[in-house]
């Protein structure tokens, strides 16, 4: 029973030995190590970090990405239930009519909260 085993076992051993050979490679024979002040330094757009990087974010921050979230899910999903719509019929509809009520309620919880006023 275990001989049905060794070619998994070999094909794990071939796996491991192609990976490890391949960071072996490209971690100590291919990458030139050559550090310098300039490159260890820390940066923040091309100069040196003035604020702390633990700095808590705005809500609207989220919220915009919550909208962009919304609009992303909802043109991906319009376009395969525009072309298959006459195959799915009513429910289809249906279904699609229930979703995108969902999203325009996310959609109006973003517009209270003030995501779309820009200051």
Do not use: H, Q
Request: contains cysteine; aromatic residues 18%; negative net charge.
């Amino acid at each position: 029973m275990l001989e049905n085993y060794l070619p998994v076992l070999i094909f794990l051993a071939i796996g491991m030995m192609v990976g490890v050979g391949a960071m072996f490679v490209g971690g100590f024979v291919l990458a030139t190590s050559k550090p310098d002040p300039a490159k260890n330094s820390p940066f923040e757009c091309g100069f040196e970090a003035f604020e702390d990087a633990r700095l808590k974010f705005d809500v609207r921050y989220y919220l915009v990405a919550i909208l962009f979230i919304i609009f992303d899910l909802e043109i991906a999903f319009l376009f395969p239930w525009a072309v298959a719509l006459d195959t799915i019929g009513t429910f289809g509809l249906l279904a699609m009519a229930v979703f995108l009520g969902i999203l325009v309620i996310g959609f109006i919880y973003e517009w209270k909260k003030g995501a779309l006023e820009w200051e």
